[in-house]
Structure formats: C-alpha cells, structure tokens
C-alpha cells in the first residue's frame, strides 16, 4: 500500500468515525432522558411486582408528595390555616391528583358520635378568625387519633399535606412546578418542606447529568495529564483523548436510539469509559515509540502496520475479557445494572476499534515524532528489578502467610456486607433533600411506606373483631419500632367509631365486641362519611385488607425490621385462613435489593468461570488458567470484605464492583502470562524470563494501573456518595489486582513451572 493509499484509507476512517459520531450526538439531543422511577428498574415480569401493582389499583397505593408547614409559634392561626385550605385545594385541582389522593387537616374526616348516630365532617370549611374558634379546632384534632400525630404533629407546629400521584404522570416539568408551587406559601411564619418519594427521584433526575457533566471535564483533564506524563507527546495525549471521547458519545447515543433511558448509575459510564479505554491508546504508542525508536528516518506508514501486527491480538484479548466482566452483568435483573453492562461493553468494543483505526488514521494524517531516544527492549534487565524479583521469591512464604490472613480477614468481612436500595442515601446527610427528608420525619410518621395486604377466601372476613383485632395487634407491635411511625388501617376507622360512639370513653378505643357492632359502624359511616375514604384499607367483599405502615426511612434494614415483626403474625393469620402478601415502593425496594445480591452472585461467579475458561483455552493449559484467576479471585475477595469491614452497602452502584474489578483486572495477568511465556522462549531460563517480564511487562501494567486508577478517582468529585464510593472501592481494586500479580501470580507461576519448554516448543509446533 503506498502512501496515498493509506492517507485515503485514513480520511475515510477519521470522517466515517466525525459522521457516526455526528449521528449519536443528534440522537442523544433527541431521545436521551433521565430515568429515575423506581418501579422502572425492575423487571415488570416479576411476581413480586405483578402483585404489588395489583395491589396499588385495588387500594390506590400511590407514592405520596408531602408538603409540610411549619410555624414554630402553633399551627392553629388564621394564616397557617387558610394556606392548607389553599394547597388542598390548587392541588385537587391539578391533573395530576384526584380529589382523594390529597388529603390534609382541611379535607380529613373528623368521625363524632352525637344524639343522632355518628356524624362525618370536616374539621373546619371557613377559616376561622376568633382564638375561641381556632381553639376549637385544636381540641377537635387533638382527640383524634387518626390526625393527630398524622396530619398536624404532636408538638403542633407542623401540618402535613399528602398528595398521592401517579409515577406516569411526574416529570422534570412537574417536579419544578410543584416545588415553585409548595414555596409560593412560605412568609408570614411559615416555612415549607417538601418530601417524599417523588421528590427524591426527581431530585436524583436533576443532579444525575449535571454530575455527569461535571465530571467529563474532570477526569479529561486528569487523563490527559497522565498521558502527557506517560507519552510525552501532545499529539499522541489528543488523539487518545479524542478517540476515547468518541467512544462514550457512541455509548449514549446508542442508547439514546434504542430509547433506553440514563439511569443513576450510567451517569459514571463516561468516567469509566475514559478511564478504561485510554490504556489501548498507551499500549499503541508505546509500540508505535518502540519501532520509531529503531533507525535515522522512520516511516510512519510502516511503523503503524507493525505496530497494529503485533499488537491487535493482545490487545483484542484484553478488551474480550473486559468485555465479558461487564456483560456478566446481564445476570442481574435490574434494568439500570443490566443495560449498565451493555452499553459500557459496547463503548469498550468502540474504543478497542478506534484504537486500532482512529489512532493509526491520525498518526498518517496529522504525523507523529515518537519519543526522542531507544525504547527499552525485553533484553533489558534492571538491577533492581532483578533484586525485587529475587527478594519476591525468597519470601515466598511469608507472602502466603500474609494472603491467607488477607483472606480470613476478608472472608469475616464478607459476613457483614448488606444490601441497601435507598434513594435517599445516594445523597449527602447535609443535602437539603436529605434534611428536609429528616424534618418530616422527626415531625410525622415517615415519609416511606410498606403495605401489607391481607387476603381471606372468605367474604366479610374483615369484619370479624378477632381478625380485627389481631390486625390490630400486628400494628402496635411493629409500630414499637423506633423507625416505624405509626400504621394505618381498617382496625383505626373502627376503634375511632367505637370510642366516639361510647361518649369518648378512653376504654373503648378498641375494636367493636362483635360482627354486627362491626357492620353497623360501617353502615353508619357510609352513610355519613365518603365511602371510597374505605376503599384504600378494605374492599368491597371485605375479603383484602390494606395494612400502611409509614417508615422513617426506605433503606433495606428499616424495611426488613418491620417486616420480620409482621411475619410473627403469619402462622395467627394463616391459622383464620388469612394470608399476608405486600405491596407498595417500600416493599418493591426490598425486592430490588434481593435482585441486586442475586444479580451480583450471578455476575461474579459467571465472570470468574467466563475469565478461567478463556486463559485455559489461551494458553492451553488448565494449572495457567486457575494461576491466572488467583489475582482477580484475592481482589475480589479483599473488595467485598472491605466493604463489609466499612460498613458499605451493597447497592445499584457498588454492585457493579466485581465485573468492573473481573473485567479491568485480569488484563494485567494475561499481559503478565504471554509476556512472561515469550521470554521464556527466548531465554529458556526461568528466573531471567521473570526478570525481563517483570522489567519491561510489569512497567507496563504498572502504567496501565495508574492511568485506570487516575480515571476511577476523578469519581471522589462525584455529588453522589456511592459514586465516590466506587471510585475509591474501584481504585483499591486496581492496586490490588497490580500487587496481586507481581507477587503472588509470579510466585505461583515460577513455583509451577507453568510454561515449561517441552510444552511451550510443542505448543508452537
């Protein structure tokens, strides 16, 4: 091929890769959007799931927006009054509520016994102005179990207002329309809080790509100072920068055009793939410098054909094994986790091919001087190295005794690691979604939820007191503890008729004595009150049950303590022919966290038997493949019982630890391995093998590390504490699986003999 044949050749590169890259960019401005709704992160085949969602059409479970009013001097004035007169109103009158899903101390039910019956009515219409009228309203709510301590608190300087909305209808939109909306009624005294679910997710949708934008930036400049560091060469550091770029528009933009959505944890793609794919651009240069280096006129055109002959197989190796670390994340049946590993995969696969075309294409276009004087050859044997090497091996055995402490500590560590799904612990404790969060909280019964749905064969099961009662007893036990607000159910409309109909006599605050008690209460309450208030805890048969229990926080252990106390009452209410099922988002992250652990098991195990299976097969030996796997198999070992020790929860972000860690890793042992069988050849001598591959190789890898390691770091900038979470935790891994494989692989490869000349002569016969 003569030269202007490859200047052709690389127009057509670089201009093929500016018009796709074109083409992504278009499609990311069109289609790309955050997703943060929980329910769309899961599988929507699951039975867990189906159920739930069952369960929220028959009772209208809804994620709830919640508008607290605070004035520190009483709520019980004028003013604070008619605000919550107000919202109620302008918020029953957005589409995105129905009349009631909103409820407030202005549209609550106050249930009274009179002369007549029972009468339902509201705590006030018209705001009042006189003190003996506000007074009144003050005593009405605060002999009201089911407002007070609900809807107003108990200190009575806060009022609630709950709004229940569909997940379909939130939007980017809608989230700054009602945060302007619930803001507007601050003054006069009043401070306004808004919480809840919804809130979160659309405070992660907002802080996602401005933390995604914010830290492209970053780690380009990072990377960039490294590979100056490294290649010494402005033209190499920009074409290696600009090709790895590349690679993550392809990435979003290809996701932008299948309509997969940017969750959470694709918001750290761009760093990771940055990161990653710069090490083909070191390894091009490294070569391309080595053949410059040789001769007084070099020719670029024959430097990059010998440079893309030697290296595109090693090359095309580690990025397989990269690729198989982040597509065993297909395991995992969360949507973020799964496509996580896809388009991640794909942007790898993207930055391997511009490494080998891209980076050839620019350097015959724009040219390319090479590092001034000689490469080092394998030939070249350090001093120190060789004194490292030697002191490595004569300490051996203290390096055994030393991993297998590693491992026992790490092991006991592994026993303490948890799951945790929160939204809200994906920001900081000092953030004002997580403060806010920690004021209704400490003012009203939790801002997350679990539903227990109760289920009998047996019409009017529901109204039965022992069935009743026994409701009634599942909730004051759990609600004892100390991250359980308070419940609701049809155990408190009941015992609330029963009291005032008995002249609101503390005693009889329980559940009615008998069935028939039990229906005319509720006769009488149709007849007074709105019915379908009934239909969230009970339906129409009085055969299901809704059990709300409100929880002052949505992480997995709050979660699965309420639920070990619930599940106490299982064998009582199978032995009714009661059944108890759950529903809602509270339960719904529990289950996401169980797909997380299972997902993560899956994900490993696939990846360690994937990465043995390809070194047994590459070096046609079953002793190099389980050698190979002893860095990466201590890596992740040391990783997880870190976690455990730290108290870090397994989550949607640091389950992508393992493959990350699997994927980058095992690169070092497979340039180690071939390396190391190369020299092997040529000098026959063991110990001068180690010498050269550990001289010139594991400079190399020591290179590699670095620049991964840099690029993971630049994640400590990340707003989002688990993101800074993985940066560290990631990074650690990278040093691990370095020290992993200059020390232990090397000792078990010459203690071994792996690769012995009889073999590696036949083998290349």
């Known amino acids: 091929m003569n030269k202007n044949q490859s200047k052709t050749i690389s127009w057509i590169v670089i201009l093929s890769s500016l018009v796709i890259t074109f083409f992504f960019l278009y499609q990311m401005k069109e289609n790309a959007y955050m997703e943060t709704d929980l329910d769309e992160y899961m599988p929507k085949e699951h039975p867990a799931f189906v159920y739930s969602d069952k369960a929220e059409e028959w009772f209208h479970i809804k994620d709830g927006i919640l508008i607290a009013i605070e004035n520190k001097n009483g709520i019980y004035n004028s003013g604070s009054l008619q605000k919550i007169k107000d919202m109620t109103k302008q918020l029953q009158d957005m589409n995105e509520f129905d009349d009631n899903d909103v409820t407030s101390l202005y549209s609550a039910d106050n249930i009274t016994g009179s002369a007549d019956g029972m009468e339902v009515e509201s705590f006030y219409s018209k705001v009042p102005k006189s003190e003996e009228k506000l007074k009144e309203i003050q005593a009405k709510v605060k002999t009201n ?195 996580f590993g896809i388009f991640t995969a794909f ?12 980076l050839p294409a620019s350097v015959i276009l724009f040219g390319y001087s090479g590092k001034k004087g000689k490469t080092d050859n394998s030939n070249t044997v350090s001093n120190k190295i060789q004194k490292l090497t030697d002191k490595i091996l004569e300490k051996k055995n203290i390096t055994y005794i030393t991993l297998a402490f590693i491992v026992i500590i790490s092991l006991y560590g592994i026993s303490k690691v948890w799951i945790n799904s929160s939204f809200l612990d994906k920001f900081e404790t000092d953030s004002d979604i997580v403060l806010t969060d920690n004021f209704v909280n400490s003012k009203f019964g939790g801002t997350s939820t679990l539903n227990v749905i109760l289920e009998s064969t047996e019409s009017n099961a529901f109204k039965n007191p022992e069935n009743l009662s026994l409701i009634d007893r599942m909730q004051t036990e759990t609600e004892k503890l100390p991250k359980v607000g308070n419940s609701f159910a049809l155990s408190d409309y009941l015992k609330r008729m029963n009291k005032v109909m008995n002249e609101d006599k503390a005693e009889f605050y329980a559940i009615p004595e008998s069935s028939d008690m039990v229906a005319q209460y509720l006769l009488l309450y149709e007849m007074s009150g709105d019915p379908e208030n009934l239909t969230k805890v009970v339906n129409y048969d009085y055969n299901r049950s809704n059990v709300t229990f409100q929880l002052k926080g949505d992480d997995s252990k709050t979660i699965n303590e309420a639920m070990a106390v619930i599940k ?88 992508l630890l393992s493959s990350i860690a699997i994927g980058i890793g095992i690169d070092y042992a497979i340039h180690f391995l071939e390396n190391y069988k ?75 003999k792996i690769f012995s000349i009889k073999n590696h002569t036949s083998a290349n016969k």
């Open 145 to 339: 179990d089911m407002v007070f301590g609900r809807l107003i608190s108990e200190d009575e300087t806060v009022a609630l207002v709950v709004a229940g909305m569909n997940d379909s209808t939130f939007t980017e939109e809608f989230y700054n329309q009602i945060l302007e909306f619930a803001h507007s009624f601050e003054g006069d005294g009043d401070k306004i809080y808004v919480a809840g679910r919804p809130i979160v997710e659309g405070t992660m949708g907002l802080l996602g790509p401005a933390d995604m934008k914010r830290m492209v930036p970053i780690v380009l400049i990072v990377i960039a100072l490294v590979l100056y560091f490294l290649t010494r060469s402005v033209r190499a550091t920009t074409a290696t920068l600009f090709s790895v770029f590349l690679s993550t528009i392809w990435a979003f933009g290809l996701m932008a055009w299948l309509k997969v959505p940017i969750y959470s944890v694709s918001t750290m793609m761009p760093v990771m793939l940055i990161a990653i794919g710069v090490a083909y651009g070191i390894y091009f240069y490294n070569h391309l410098n080595e053949f410059l280096s040789i001769g007084n006129k070099p020719n670029l055109s024959e430097g990059v054909k010998n440079t893309i002959k030697i290296l595109w197989k090693p090359l095309a190796m580690a990025a397989f094994t990269t690729l198989i670390g982040f597509l065993s994340l297909l395991t995992s049946q969360v949507y973020p986790i799964k496509y």
């Open 347 to 358: 942007g790898i696969l993207v930055a391997f091919v511009l490494a080998l075309a891209f």
């Open 568 to 655: 106490s009452y299982e064998d009582d209410f199978k032995a009714k022919g009661i059944e108890i099922k759950y529903a809602g988002s509270g339960y719904k992250a529990l289950v996401f966290t169980d797909l997380i652990l299972e997902g993560q098991i899956y994900s490993i195990v696939m990846s360690l038997v994937m990465v043995f299976i390809l070194l047994s097969l590459m070096f046609k030996s079953i002793k190099v493949g389980l050698i190979g796997s002893v860095p990466i198999v201590i890596t992740a070992l040391i990783s997880f019982g870190v976690m455990g020790l730290l108290d870090i929860p397994l989550s949607t972000t640091t389950a």
């Open 678 to 752: 190369l020299n092997l050849l040529q000098t026959s001598n063991p110990v001068y093998a180690l010498y050269a591959t550990m001289g010139i190789t594991g400079r190399a890898i020591l290179y590699n590390a670095i620049v991964v390691i840099s690029g993971f770091l630049v994640l400590l900038f990340s707003v989002f504490p688990p993101n800074r979470t993985l940066g560290a935790l990631v990074s650690m891994n990278m040093f691990t699986s370095l020290i992993g494989t200059l020390s232990i692989m090397m000792i078990l490869s010459y203690t071994f």
